[in-house]
């Protein structure tokens, strides 16, 4: 696959944008997030950012915390709303037709990361109640086999928390570690997926572990 060097303009500018009008000051001030190794993102080009998932606002805390756009997948009824549709796709998010499972999110990634994008997936798929990784999914080291693109760990700690017990978010405090870039797997054999997804699964619960 050969990739462009970098994410669109339009959507590096409403990156931005909201960036440093919401999403951050929110972050820093009343979240009080930690930051650690967001010097190890590649300043360009495509990549598969891997991470727990624990929050609802899990997507934008990560692309925030980054530094750089990262495209997750969203259903596809969402890309029928007039104005939304073109908000979302400009800040990273690409349909997935829940009806076809992953055969549509793999080819959406795949077309993201053609376009320069770094694209998240959740490591195990779904929220978990503590935010450790119990049950890993293949998906990522798949798309990054098929891409050639390197994944980056990306731990999330505390941001279960955010509506434990409320309708409203809790400002309770975060810290978001990156750990260094993995090499994806040489081929799509189901032996070197396994390998490579438990190699991630390890760094990212490694990287919670030691919390604040």
């Known amino acids: 696959m050969v990739a462009k060097n970098r994410e669109p303009v339009a959507s590096l500018v409403l990156y931005h944008l909201l960036k ?11 979240f009080r997030v930690h930051i650690y190794g967001a ?8 990549a598969i950012a891997v991470s727990n998932h624990a929050s ?22 969402l890309f029928k709303i007039p104005v939304f549709k073109n908000a979302i796709a400009l800040y990273g ?9 992953d055969r549509s999110a793999i080819r959406s990634a795949l ?19 503590d935010g450790k990784i119990t049950n890993p999914k293949s998906g990522a080291a798949l798309i990054a086999a098929k891409a050639q693109v390197p ?15 409320s309708a409203f978010p809790k400002p309770v405090p975060l810290t978001i570690r990156i750990g260094d870039l993995i ?9 070197e ?20």
């Open 20 to 30: 440093w009008s919401v999403v951050s000051p929110l972050l820093h001030t009343y």
């Open 39 to 46: 010097e190890k993102i590649p300043k360009s080009g495509a």
């Open 56 to 77: 609802y606002f899990d997507p934008p805390i990560i692309s925030n915390c980054i530094g750089r756009p990262v495209a997750f997948m969203a259903k596809q009824e």
């Open 93 to 101: 998010a690409y349909p997935v037709n829940r009806s076809t499972g």
């Open 111 to 129: 077309q993201a990361l053609e376009s320069g994008w770094i694209v998240g997936i959740f490591l195990q798929g779904t929220r978990t109640q």
């Open 151 to 165: 994944l980056i760990p990306v731990s999330l700690w505390g941001t279960e928390k955010i509506l434990s017990d």
């Open 183 to 191: 090499e994806p797997p040489k081929s799509t054999k189901r032996e």
């Open 193 to 212: 997926l396994e390998a490579v997804t438990a190699q991630c699964a390890e760094i990212i619960n490694q990287l919670h572990d030691l919390a604040r």
